[in-house]
């Protein structure tokens, strides 16, 4: 298999304004990971347990404190559409239309049009927007800027697509509508996904493999693989494995109570 | 507007336009202090045929338009750019910061005498102290629609792969861009509001001229046309922006 992300004894400090000068807090430390192509990875953890710290170095948009942290053997350092982000806000451009948005960077970065065009109707349709092209955002529903999003970063073809909580603010319904949407998006374009979220059974729905974090030191608690075969669809919740995993990792979270700094 | 709305303002606009009819043409107040509409519509008629002080009408009300159209389009030319740079970058930030700091709070009519005595009676100081009084607002407005862009679409430019370049073209620009229409309608009132103001020092045309000069010689109902007109080129002028405004912001808000 193809290492797609290596994280190797990965450490990100923040100075933290209340305390004395040159105290730093360890947001994420000693964080070793390898995520293989192809592969769902979802991270869930209490909320400040550095998931999105470790999702913004993987971006690019911070740099590590120390430790190693490459994409397909090169070192990380600033953003790039190889490891597109689809952000829990629905960040889309509002003054262009679905397809602009999804156009703009393949367009900025001297792709030919007979190159992009084709490749973003196939994404459009691919999340179904195909019928909303010409619509601007602020004509769409949550789920549907969701899946705009998606479609800008497959637009790109991207080593590893990174999502932070992205579903986290839709309805039940429409969340289970974009998982089964995802799960299609995958067995089309076999991405491999680094997801963030809080929502276990989410991760347990998605994920070949859960990664469980821990707050105070930021760091991987433990790894769960998951077993279910793909594609996967809502019966497998109703698996007894399914329930144990939950429960198990439910509790793991239970147990781990944020230490009072 | 909606419609039903609609039927409130224009109802009160006739209402002012009855009541000064009444007050006038009843001889309850004094023709000489406020004239008529009847009288101010025989001057207006008078002032097409003959115009005033040796020039057409149409003479006075375009040498008014031009400067301030003039002063106003140097400042959005060289305010706007200069304004989204400040917002960008902290060091022309920290630059700019006293010297905005320092010139804003004047009001620029205390500038006119200084600018006649340096520059003269010619366009340029008319052109210059509108020009100035515009600036302001649209760097400071501009600079601080680009502080107020959210860091997450910054980041999904990155993230796209944008250049610099491309991010402060196809990014920073759009979206900071209801900000810059914001300055641009306050530039464009008081750039209108100030060339009355300039016109009453050492014109020779213009609207304003035209009002103080006609006051001077206690030719009232030359004055009241005046002040109308300059109000509802004002009126026209500021419904024109805001249907560009609404045109080219489609987005904004929703």
Same mark, same amino acid.
């Given at each position: 298999?193809?290492?797609?992300?290596?994280?190797?004894?990965?450490?990100?400090?923040?100075?933290?304004?209340?305390?004395?000068?040159?105290?730093?807090?360890?947001?994420?430390?000693?964080?070793?990971?390898?995520?293989?192509?192809?592969?769902?990875?979802?991270?869930?953890?209490?909320?400040?347990?550095?998931?999105?710290?470790?999702?913004?170095?993987?971006?690019?948009?911070?740099?590590?404190?120390?430790?190693?942290?490459?994409?397909?053997?090169?070192?990380?350092?600033?953003?790039?559409?190889?490891?597109?982000?689809?952000?829990?806000?629905?960040?889309?451009?509002?003054?262009?239309?679905?397809?602009?948005?999804?156009?703009?960077?393949?367009?900025?970065?001297?792709?030919?049009?007979?190159?992009?065009?084709?490749?973003?109707?196939?994404?459009?349709?691919?999340?179904?927007?195909?019928?909303?092209?010409?619509?601007?955002?602020?004509?769409?529903?949550?789920?549907?800027?969701?899946?705009?999003?998606?479609?800008?970063?497959?637009?790109?073809?991207?080593?590893?697509?990174?999502?932070?909580?992205?579903?986290?603010?839709?309805?039940?319904?429409?969340?289970?509508?974009?998982?089964?949407?995802?799960?299609?998006?995958?067995?089309?374009?076999?991405?491999?996904?680094?997801?963030?979220?809080?929502?276990?059974?989410?991760?347990?729905?998605?994920?070949?493999?859960?990664?469980?974090?821990?707050?105070?030191?930021?760091?991987?608690?433990?790894?769960?693989?998951?077993?279910?075969?793909?594609?996967?669809?809502?019966?497998?919740? #109703?698996?007894?494995?399914?329930?144990?995993?939950?429960?198990?990792?439910?509790?793991?979270?239970?147990?781990?109570?944020?230490?009072?700094? | 507007?909606?419609?039903?709305?609609?039927?409130?303002?224009?109802?009160?606009?006739?209402?002012?336009?009855?009541?000064?009819?009444?007050?006038?043409?009843?001889?309850?107040?004094?023709?000489?202090?406020?004239?008529?509409?009847?009288?101010?519509?025989?001057?207006?008629?008078?002032?097409?045929?003959?115009?005033?002080?040796?020039?057409?009408?149409?003479?006075?009300?375009?040498?008014?338009?031009?400067?301030?159209? #003039?002063?106003?389009?140097?400042?959005?030319?060289?305010?706007?750019?200069?304004?989204?740079?400040?917002?960008?970058?902290?060091?022309?930030?920290?630059?700019?910061?006293?010297?905005?700091?320092?010139?804003?709070?004047?009001?620029?009519?205390?500038?006119?005498?200084?600018?006649?005595?340096?520059?003269?009676?010619?366009?340029?100081?008319?052109?210059?102290?509108?020009?100035?009084?515009?600036?302001?607002?649209?760097?400071?407005?501009?600079?601080?629609?680009?502080?107020?862009?959210?860091?997450?679409?910054?980041?999904?430019?990155?993230?796209?792969?944008?250049?610099?370049?491309?991010?402060?073209?196809?990014?920073?620009?759009?979206?900071?861009?209801?900000?810059?229409?914001?300055?641009?309608?306050?530039?464009?009132?008081?750039?209108?509001?100030?060339?009355?103001?300039?016109?009453?020092?050492?014109?020779? #045309?213009?609207?304003?001229?035209?009002?103080?000069?006609?006051?001077?010689?206690?030719?009232?109902?030359?004055?009241?046309?005046?002040?109308?007109?300059?109000?509802?080129?004002?009126?026209?002028?500021?419904?024109?922006?805001?249907?560009?405004?609404?045109?080219?912001?489609?987005?904004?808000?929703?």
């Amino acid at each position: 298999m193809t290492e797609v992300l290596v994280s190797k004894g990965l450490e990100k400090c923040f100075s933290s304004p209340g305390r004395a000068t040159g105290q730093r807090i360890k947001a994420v430390t000693d964080f070793n990971l390898v995520i293989e192509a192809e592969e769902i990875i979802c991270i869930v953890g209490p909320s400040g347990c550095g998931k999105s710290t470790f999702l913004d170095m993987v971006a690019g948009f911070t740099e590590p404190t120390s430790g190693l942290l490459e994409i397909m053997g090169e070192e990380i350092h600033r953003p790039s559409p190889d490891r597109g982000v689809v952000f829990q806000q629905p960040v889309l451009f509002p003054w262009l239309s679905v397809y602009d948005n999804v156009v703009l960077g393949p367009k900025s970065r001297g792709v030919k049009p007979g190159d992009y065009r084709p490749e973003a109707d196939r994404v459009l349709k691919s999340v179904g927007l195909e019928k909303f092209r010409d619509h601007y955002p602020y004509q769409l529903s949550g789920g549907m800027k969701q899946r705009a999003q998606i479609a800008r970063v497959l637009v790109a073809g991207p080593k590893l697509i990174l999502m932070d909580e992205p579903f986290g603010a839709l309805d039940a319904q429409m969340r289970i509508n974009m998982h089964e949407l995802l799960i299609s998006v995958w067995q089309e374009y076999k991405p491999t996904i680094l997801f963030i979220t809080h929502d276990v059974e989410e991760a347990l729905f998605l994920a070949n493999r859960v990664i469980v974090m821990s707050q105070h030191p930021g760091t991987i608690a433990r790894i769960y693989d998951i077993p279910f075969e793909r594609p996967r669809t809502y019966a497998i919740t #109703a698996d007894p494995r399914f329930a144990e995993a939950r429960a198990e990792i439910v509790e793991l979270l239970r147990a781990k109570p944020e230490a009072r700094t | 507007m909606t419609t039903p709305y609609r039927w409130y303002s224009m109802a009160s606009g006739a209402a002012l336009l009855a009541l000064w009819s009444v007050l006038t043409l009843s001889g309850l107040v004094d023709e000489r202090s406020l004239p008529s509409p009847v009288t101010l519509a025989q001057t207006f008629a008078d002032l097409l045929a003959r115009g005033y002080s040796g020039s057409p009408l149409w003479s006075h009300v375009g040498i008014s338009i031009f400067r301030a159209l #003039a002063g106003f389009s140097l400042a959005i030319l060289i305010g706007v750019p200069l304004g989204l740079l400040i917002g960008r970058h902290k060091v022309l930030e920290a630059v700019f910061a006293p010297i905005i700091g320092f010139f804003r709070p004047i009001p620029p009519i205390a500038f006119i005498t200084l600018f006649v005595f340096y520059f003269g009676i010619g366009e340029g100081p008319k052109i210059g102290l509108i020009f100035m009084a515009c600036l302001w607002y649209v760097v400071l407005n501009s600079a601080e629609g680009v502080r107020n862009i959210p860091d997450l679409i910054i980041r999904a430019g990155e993230n796209i792969g944008l250049t610099r370049s491309q991010l402060f073209l196809k990014v920073v620009l759009p979206a900071a861009l209801p900000a810059i229409m914001t300055a641009i309608r306050a530039a464009s009132s008081i750039s209108w509001t100030l060339v009355v103001a300039s016109e009453l020092i050492g014109a020779q #045309a213009g609207l304003g001229f035209m009002i103080l000069d006609s006051a001077q010689y206690f030719n009232l109902p030359v004055t009241y046309v005046g002040i109308i007109i300059i109000g509802l080129i004002g009126l026209v002028w500021e419904l024109a922006i805001s249907a560009v405004q609404r045109r080219v912001l489609h987005w904004q808000g929703k």
